[in-house]
Protein backbone atom coordinates (compact mmCIF):
# COMPACT_ATOMS: atom_id res chain seq x y z
CA UNK A 1 0.00 0.00 0.00
CA UNK A 2 1.56 3.00 -1.33
CA UNK A 3 1.48 6.14 0.43
CA UNK A 4 -0.86 8.55 -1.02
CA UNK A 5 -0.37 12.55 -1.93
CA UNK A 6 -2.57 14.19 0.95
CA UNK A 7 -0.57 11.30 3.26
CA UNK A 8 2.65 12.56 2.47
CA UNK A 9 0.93 16.42 2.56
CA UNK A 10 0.18 15.67 6.41
CA UNK A 11 3.61 14.00 7.32
CA UNK A 12 5.59 16.66 5.81
CA UNK A 13 3.72 19.44 8.18
CA UNK A 14 4.32 17.39 10.99
CA UNK A 15 7.59 17.10 10.04
CA UNK A 16 8.32 20.74 9.51
CA UNK A 17 6.46 21.53 13.24
CA UNK A 18 8.89 19.58 14.74
CA UNK A 19 11.66 21.10 13.32
CA UNK A 20 10.49 24.45 14.12
CA UNK A 21 9.46 23.70 17.04
CA UNK A 22 11.16 21.08 19.76
CA UNK A 23 9.80 18.36 20.87
CA UNK A 24 9.59 19.61 24.43
CA UNK A 25 7.60 23.11 23.18
CA UNK A 26 5.59 20.20 21.71
CA UNK A 27 4.55 18.72 24.40
CA UNK A 28 3.72 22.12 26.12
CA UNK A 29 1.50 22.93 23.35
CA UNK A 30 -0.26 19.79 23.95
CA UNK A 31 -1.12 20.10 27.62
CA UNK A 32 -2.08 23.75 27.27
CA UNK A 33 -4.68 22.88 24.26
CA UNK A 34 -5.72 20.21 27.23
CA UNK A 35 -6.02 22.49 29.88
CA UNK A 36 -7.89 24.99 27.25
CA UNK A 37 -10.50 21.79 26.45
CA UNK A 38 -10.93 20.63 29.90
CA UNK A 39 -11.67 24.66 31.16
CA UNK A 40 -14.46 24.88 28.52
CA UNK A 41 -16.26 21.73 29.96
CA UNK A 42 -15.85 22.72 33.05
CA UNK A 43 -16.92 26.52 32.76
CA UNK A 44 -19.96 24.62 30.38
CA UNK A 45 -21.42 22.58 33.34
CA UNK A 46 -21.22 25.77 35.65
CA UNK A 47 -23.35 27.26 33.36
CA UNK A 48 -25.79 24.49 32.94
CA UNK A 49 -25.63 24.63 37.01
CA UNK A 50 -26.26 28.60 37.31
CA UNK A 51 -29.20 27.96 34.86
CA UNK A 52 -30.48 24.94 36.88
CA UNK A 53 -30.22 26.91 40.26
CA UNK A 54 -32.40 29.70 38.81
CA UNK A 55 -35.12 27.42 37.86
CA UNK A 56 -35.03 26.29 40.82
CA UNK A 57 -35.04 29.52 42.99
CA UNK A 58 -38.24 30.64 40.74
CA UNK A 59 -40.11 27.77 40.99
CA UNK A 60 -39.72 27.68 44.87
CA UNK A 61 -40.42 31.39 44.24
CA UNK A 62 -43.53 30.51 42.62
CA UNK A 63 -44.36 28.03 45.44
CA UNK A 64 -44.11 30.13 48.26
CA UNK A 65 -41.05 28.27 49.46
CA UNK A 66 -37.54 30.11 51.16
CA UNK A 67 -34.37 29.53 49.24
CA UNK A 68 -31.50 31.31 51.51
CA UNK A 69 -29.11 29.17 52.50
CA UNK A 70 -30.03 25.95 51.18
CA UNK A 71 -28.98 23.64 48.69
CA UNK A 72 -30.26 23.07 45.65
CA UNK A 73 -31.20 19.39 46.52
CA UNK A 74 -32.71 20.36 49.66
CA UNK A 75 -34.76 23.05 47.24
CA UNK A 76 -36.12 20.07 45.21
CA UNK A 77 -36.94 18.11 48.18
CA UNK A 78 -39.18 20.62 49.37
CA UNK A 79 -40.61 21.38 45.73
CA UNK A 80 -41.23 18.14 45.61
CA UNK A 81 -43.25 17.63 48.39
CA UNK A 82 -44.78 20.83 48.51
CA UNK A 83 -45.77 19.48 44.97
CA UNK A 84 -47.00 16.09 46.22
CA UNK A 85 -48.41 17.72 49.18
CA UNK A 86 -50.75 19.99 46.94
CA UNK A 87 -51.83 17.34 44.48
CA UNK A 88 -53.09 15.06 47.42
Do not use: C, Y
Not at 53 to 67: H, P, V
Amino acid sequence: MAIAGTEWLILGAITLLVIIFSPSSMVDLGRRVGRAVSEFKSGKSKVIQVEHDGILAETAEKLGIRTEGKTPNRIIEEILARASRDTH
